[in-house]
C-alpha cells in the first residue's frame, strides 16, 4: 500500500471518529447556548467571574479510571483529575463541581459548545488538541502499556511487536492519542479496533476482537487492580513507541476553552502552588500516583509547541 494511500485511508478514519465526536450525544442540550455555570452568566462576565459568582463550575469527563469516573460505593466523581481540580478550584473561590459524563472523543467538542467549563480527564496535551482548547499545566507524565489475553500469547510488548505480525489487532478508545500513534508509526488502518470507552476495549479484548488494547501506563495498572476476571494481563515488560525519534511520554492537564485565558492562567498560578506538595501526593496517591509521574519542569506551552507561540 502506498504511503498516500494509508495516509488518506487515516484521514478518513479520523474524520469518521470527529463525526462520531460531534454526534454522540443525540439529547438537545439548551446550556450549550449559554454559560454553564450558575445556570446562566451575563455576556459581561467571564466564565471565570460566572463561577465564583456561582461558587460552582461543570467539569466534563469521560468515566476513565484511575483520572475521572463515577464511585458507585458513594456516588461521586472523583480520580485524579477531579481531586485536583477541587483543591485548585476551591482555592479560587469555587467551592463545587459538578460532574458531566462524556466519551472521550466528544469532550472537546463539548467544552467549545459550552456544555462543561473544564474537561477533567487527565487528557493529554497534544500540538493536536492545542488548537482546540487552552491547556492548564499538566500534573502527571507517564508512559505507555498494553492490556493484552492471560499470558500474552503473540507476545506483545511494544507497538512494533505487533505492527510485525501480520493480522495482530490494536484496541484504542475513540478520540485517545494511542490512534495517533498507531497513524504515525504506520499501523495498518484494518489492523486498529476503535472502542467507544475503556469498558468496551477491555471486553474487545477478551472477546477476541483486539490482541491488545493500548491505554497509559496507569490507565492499565487500574484495570488490573479491579479486574477479577484472571483472563488478562498486563504487557511486561514494555517499550514505549518511538515518534520523531522520540520515546514518548504523555503528560495529563486540565482543559479549557480558548478563550479563557483569565482562567487558565489564575488556575495554573493555584496548581503551581500545589503539585509536587505533600498534600497533592496524599491526594493522588490511592489513585496509583507517585514521584515517579510528576510532571517535572514541563508546561502547556512546552508541549502545545508552535501552536502555543503562535496563538492557535
Known amino acids: 500500500m502506498t504511503h498516500l494511500l494509508k495516509t488518506t485511508k487515516w484521514a478518513a478514519l479520523a474524520l469518521s471518529l470527529g463525526l462520531m465526536a460531534a454526534c454522540s450525544d443525540s439529547e438537545p442540550d439548551t446550556s450549550a447556548q449559554k454559560s454553564n455555570v450558575g445556570g446562566g452568566a451575563s455576556a ?40 485536583i481540580a477541587r483543591v485548585v478550584l476551591k482555592r479560587m473561590g469555587i467551592n463545587e463541581v459538578e460532574g458531566v459524563l462524556t466519551e472521550f472523543g466528544s469532550l472537546i467538542p463539548g467544552l467549545q459548545a459550552k ?84 469498558v468496551s476495549a477491555l471486553s474487545g479484548v477478551q472477546a477476541g476482537r483486539a490482541d491488545a488494547y493500548g491505554a497509559t501506563a496507569m490507565t492499565i495498572n487500574d484495570l488490573m487492580k479491579k479486574s477479577a ?46 503539585i509536587g506538595s505533600e498534600e497533592h501526593a496524599k491526594i493522588v496517591e490511592p489513585f496509583g500516583f507517585t514521584e515517579t509521574e510528576l510532571p517535572g519542569d514541563m508546561t502547556a506551552a512546552k508541549l502545545c509547541g508552535e501552536n502555543a507561540a503562535s496563538g492557535q
Open 44 to 83: 459581561a462576565q467571564s466564565t471565570l467571574e460566572a463561577a465564583k459568582a456561582a461558587g460552582t463550575i461543570r467539569i466534563g469527563y469521560a468515566n476513565e479510571a484511575p483520572y475521572a469516573y463515577m464511585d458507585s460505593s458513594s456516588n461521586r466523581i472523583t480520580g485524579e483529575a477531579v481531586e
Open 115 to 198: 456544555r462543561f467549563d473544564i474537561i477533567a480527564a487527565g487528557m493529554y496535551v497534544t500540538p493536536e488538541r492545542c488548537k482546540q482548547a487552552a491547556f492548564s499545566n499538566p500534573t502527571y507524565g507517564v508512559g505507555e502499556a498494553f492490556l493484552v489475553p492471560k499470558g500474552n500469547p503473540k507476545n506483545l510488548h511494544s507497538y512494533d511487536d505487533l505492527i510485525k505480525q501480520d493480522g495482530a489487532k490494536l484496541g484504542v478508545v475513540v478520540g485517545a492519542i494511542q490512534s495517533e500513534y498507531a497513524r504515525k508509526l504506520d499501523m495498518p488502518l484494518d489492523r486498529v479496533v476503535v472502542f467507544p470507552d475503556v
Open 229 to 274: 476476571s484472571g483472563d488478562l494481563e498486563k504487557a511486561e515488560p514494555f517499550t514505549d513507541p518511538v515518534i520523531d525519534g522520540e520515546s514518548v511520554r504523555g503528560y495529563g492537564a486540565f482543559a479549557f476553552r480558548k478563550d479563557d485565558k483569565e482562567f487558565v492562567d489564575a488556575f495554573n498560578a493555584e496548581l503551581a502552588k500545589f
